[in-house]
């Protein structure tokens, strides 16, 4: 590696940062889809209002 030109040593160390904000983004979207899914199917519901004036899941 020594015998790259700084250029070419540059552009490898920004592509290799851009490729672990990739991986990274990745995995996040990933475990917020997961943590999603995992979310209580009553709390997705809509709340509506009884005569009292109390909120209620459908």
């Known amino acids: 590696?020594?015998?790259l030109k700084v250029s070419t040593?540059?552009?490898l160390g920004f592509g290799a940062v851009l490729l672990l904000?990739?991986?990274v983004a990745?995995?996040?979207w990933f475990n917020?889809?997961?943590?999603n899914q995992d979310i209580?199917?009553?709390r997705r519901r809509p709340l509506s209002q009884d005569r009292?004036?109390?909120w209620h899941h459908r």
């Open 40 to 42: 209580d199917p009553d």
């Open 52 to 54: 009292r004036g109390q």
């Open 21 to 23: 904000l990739a991986l």
């Open 1 to 3: 590696m020594g015998n």
């Open 9 to 11: 040593r540059l552009g």
């Open 26 to 28: 990745l995995i996040g």
């Open 32 to 35: 917020m889809y997961r943590l």
